[in-house]
């Protein structure tokens, strides 16, 4: 996929004009917060399947090179092949290969981040195939040449007239006067127009949520069986999947799909769930002849040591986006990449580079609630600052904000000019604001007041300040 993220902040300044956007994003709350709270309030032992979630995780990072061979190995005993790509190109030029050796036209894929991420579509139009998005998001955009805006829900940035629009404008051998409002009858109409290219596809082409080391299976969760009949109706099953989806035992993939799809959807499963091990044998009643597994890098093992391998836990569930005020507020086409949101901040900046990147971990609050989501406890937060710290060292801050930073330092590390100075603040602020009640310009800081009022400070003092006065009174802590 072609990065905007270099461009992040004209991004955000178009994001932010979006009314549709602002309606969509709007609906989150509901969608997703309020359902995985509630299905998260029914499993007591949630807290320790994190724990069991991430020492899986650990344990895979650590090992990584030993499962994946493992997982090599047990493909090929199956009669499948593995393909390992480093790159982009590789990834691409492999599955092009297979579909070339097959003689494949048509190739139906399964919803999968790291297809996007290779751009795999634009490869295949180029050299003459057509491959078609099955999962209902992922058509949406796909006729509408976007990118998907949210990992779980790539449309999520649209409203229902915009796809009813977009069914009128590609599906053309329809009648013109077909009820397109309701949800139902765009499902109906994709469902309909899916269904004859799933039987005339010669090649199928899905993710992975898992790839099983003991047993050589990929495993795909989908809450609409279009990756059921993207692997089994086609000749060739290939799967494409990044190297840190490997798991050691079906049993740890079954540990872990139980923090996926609460965190996800507030599901507690999702309707779904797959398992594929090799081509079908002689007694099978379905099945591909030939089943391929494409791994990719693109730059991860080179982040295995550093301070963002944390972010290869990551299971791709969505959770630390639906909980995030910056996502919230822009959608995740303002960040230029496949993975928006925390993770995507926590994990761009090391597959793309730090200069291409640099303003995504910039775009947090660092409230910390994406860490506190995340079903695998993935200090999203830590690794941010780590390519905040790493951005400012090797002088991609721009001059000003450096500026800035260098004097916001000097002064915080005096306290006592800093009380002073934050106090005259405080004071100076409530003085020129108090006729209003808020700022809607602020000198060097016009960024924070150009989509919303800041409140003027109350007057009497920072918060320490506050706080000194009332333990003096003996009233400190006690939540008055
Ligand atoms: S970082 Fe955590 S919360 Fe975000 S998508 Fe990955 S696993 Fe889910």
Redesign the pocket.
């Known amino acids: 996929m072609q990065s905007t993220s270099h461009t992040f902040k004209d991004n955000v300044k178009t994001a932010l004009a979006d009314e549709h956007l602002r309606k969509a994003l709007g609906n989150m709350k509901a969608g997703f917060q309020d359902k995985r709270a509630a299905t998260i309030a029914k499993l007591p032992e949630f807290e320790a399947l994190r724990d069991q979630g991430k020492a899986i995780k650990d344990d895979v990072l650590a090992n990584l090179d030993y499962y994946l061979e493992r997982f090599e190995d047990n493909v090929t005993r199956d009669g499948g092949h593995v393909h390992w790509a480093r790159t982009p190109q590789e990834a691409c030029e492999a599955i092009l290969g297979i579909c070339r050796d097959t003689g494949a036209r048509v190739a139906t894929k399964g919803k999968s981040m790291i297809a996007e991420e290779i751009g795999l579509n634009e490869y295949l139009e180029k050299h003459g195939m057509t491959p078609v998005e099955t999962d209902l998001g992922e058509y949406i955009i796909q006729l509408r040449h976007e990118a998907p805006s949210h990992?779980i829900a790539p449309a999520i940035h649209l409203s229902k007239e915009q796809v009813s629009d977009t069914f009128r404008r590609s599906h053309k051998h329809l009648s013109a006067d077909r009820p397109l409002d309701e949800p139902r009858d765009l499902t109906d109409e994709a469902r309909t127009v899916l269904r004859q290219q799933f039987v005339n596809a010669d090649v199928g082409i899905t993710g992975a949520n898992f790839l099983i080391a003991e047993t050589g299976s990929t495993v795909i969760v989908t809450n609409e069986g279009n990756g059921d009949l993207t692997q089994n109706l086609p000749r060739v099953h290939i799967v494409v999947a990044s190297i840190e989806k490997i798991v050691p035992t079906l049993e740890d993939s079954a540990a872990i799909l139980r923090?996926l799809a609460r965190?996800?959807t507030g599901q507690e499963y999702s309707v779904y769930t797959t398992y594929s091990t090799g081509p079908r044998r002689p007694d099978d009643l379905d099945g591909p002849d030939e089943f391929h597994v494409v791994i990719v890098d693109n730059g991860r093992s080179d982040l295995l040591g550093t301070e963002a391998a944390e972010?290869l836990?990551?299971?791709?569930?969505?959770?630390?986006?639906?909980?995030c005020p910056v996502y919230g507020a822009i959608g995740g086409h303002a960040y230029g990449w496949v993975?928006p949101?925390?993770?995507g901040a926590?994990l761009t900046p090391g597959i793309l580079g730090v200069e291409e990147a640099r303003d995504l971990p910039n775009a947090s609050t660092f409230c910390g609630k994406?860490e506190e989501?995340?079903?695998?406890?993935?200090p999203?937060p830590k690794i941010m600052h780590s390519w905040r710290i790493e951005e400012y060292d090797r002088g991609l801050t721009p001059p000003r904000q450096r500026f800035g930073l260098g004097v916001w330092s000097w002064v915080a590390t005096r306290p006592r000019l800093y009380n002073w100075l934050t106090g005259l603040a405080v004071r100076g602020g409530h003085m020129i604001g108090r006729r209003r009640g808020s700022w809607r310009w602020m000198p060097l800081a016009g960024g924070w007041t150009a989509y919303r009022d800041l409140p003027v400070p109350a007057g009497d003092g920072t918060f320490q300040q506050l706080y000194a006065r009332r333990r003096n009174r003996g009233t400190a802590g006690d939540g008055k």
Request: glycine share 6%.
């Open positions: 990992i923090l965190s996800a972010a836990r990551c299971i791709r569930c969505g959770a630390c986006m639906n909980h993975v949101g925390p993770i926590a994406c989501v995340c079903p695998m406890k993935i999203l």
